[in-house]
């Protein structure tokens, strides 16, 4: 456990975890609570209370994982951004035409991140393929043109035409894949809460059981930048090591510039923050590889 990688995973840590002056401690570790994004709990783990009351203040994601190493809950803290109640009547009233459009802008960036990573493993055929159909999603997305590139996508990226992406399997470069991903979603999460918005209330993933539709519809354009790690590590079963890897996913950058993915996390959910308070006309949405997704 290392304070560098800013996710801590103690799933397969056995003993007491508590928190005492401002850090995570476990076992003859020690990692510094405001370098944390989430910490991802085990069976084994045996919690101090303390630990819940500084990941409050500290606003760490708690993700209790079951004896497999997958999450199935989550504990998070609560907003204090002073427009909490604002963006939350917002978001409730925020208008189908809006909605749709800022969707049309998340699509078409993850699919540009997907273009990027099929060029970053020589594919260039493949690259303007996935550029040209970002180009053809319109408001809303009614040709469902997310499932048509990735489908395309995963048949070629990982370069191995029996994978078959099945969210939950642990086999091939879907466990990568999950693990990945969960990292990421727990940093998204994270943001909505710091930028005043409900996380329950998406643009897209509607389902009612969804407590956090939002997150999965902000997760979309970083997503390219799992399956890019997700590949170096190789498939199968993960390692400490393939852990950490996938866990320093955060420091990546998303652009063209120096700017982490943590960060950009962090500022595109103030900008929608923004946008569902109709401050901002357009959505601008970052693209793995690339730039922004602009008007």
């Known amino acids: 456990m290392t304070a560098p990688w800013r996710v801590i995973d103690l799933t397969e840590f056995e003993g007491d975890v508590f928190a005492s002056?401002?850090?995570?401690?476990?076992?003859?570790?020690?990692?510094?609570?405001?370098?944390?994004?989430?910490?991802?709990?085990?069976?084994?783990?045996?919690?101090?209370?303390?630990v819940f009351d500084r990941a409050a203040v500290f606003e760490v994601v708690l993700l209790h994982c079951n004896w497999?190493?997958?999450?199935?809950?989550?504990?998070?803290?609560?907003?204090e951004n002073t427009r909490v109640a604002a963006r939350h009547i917002a978001q409730a009233n925020l208008d189908l035409p809006r909605q749709k459009n800022a969707w049309m802008r998340i699509v078409k960036a993850k699919v540009r991140g997907q273009a990027y990573n099929l060029r970053s493993v020589g594919d260039a055929e493949g690259q303007k393929f996935l550029s040209d159909l970002a180009d053809s999603v319109r408001s809303g997305?009614?040709?469902?043109?997310?499932?048509?590139?990735?489908?395309?996508?995963?048949?070629?990226?990982?370069?191995?035409?029996?994978?078959?992406?099945?969210?939950?399997?642990?086999?091939s470069y879907n466990a990568p894949l999950n693990y990945?991903?969960?990292?990421?979603?727990?940093?998204?999460?994270?943001?909505?809460?710091?930028?005043?918005?409900?996380?329950?209330?998406?643009?897209?993933?509607?389902?009612?059981?969804?407590?956090?539709?939002?997150?999965?519809?902000?997760?979309?354009?970083?997503r390219p930048a799992v399956d890019l790690v997700a590949k170096s590590?190789?498939?199968?079963?993960l390692d400490r090591d393939s852990k950490k890897k996938l866990s320093a996913v955060l420091d990546l950058p998303v652009l063209n510039s120096d700017l982490t993915l943590s960060s950009e996390i962090s500022k595109f959910s103030q900008r929608f923050a923004n946008y569902v308070e109709g401050r901002e006309k357009f959505l601008s949405v970052p693209i793995f590889g690339g730039e922004y997704e602009e008007a």
């Open 21 to 50: 002056k401002g850090h995570l401690n476990a076992g003859d570790k020690s990692a510094a609570l405001e370098d944390i994004v989430a910490i991802l709990f085990g069976t084994k783990n045996k919690i101090h209370s303390s």
């Open 68 to 79: 497999a190493g997958v999450p199935i809950s989550s504990t998070v803290p609560w907003s």
């Open 141 to 171: 997305d009614p040709a469902n043109v997310e499932g048509q590139a990735a489908k395309y996508y995963w048949r070629r990226f990982f370069q191995d035409r029996n994978f078959r992406r099945i969210v939950g399997a642990g086999n």
């Open 180 to 222: 990945g991903y969960t990292i990421l979603r727990g940093r998204v999460l994270r943001s909505i809460l710091e930028a005043g918005l409900w996380p329950s209330l998406g643009i897209w993933h509607s389902n009612r059981s969804n407590t956090f539709a939002l997150a999965d519809d902000l997760i979309e354009p970083f």
């Open 233 to 237: 590590v190789g498939a199968g079963e």
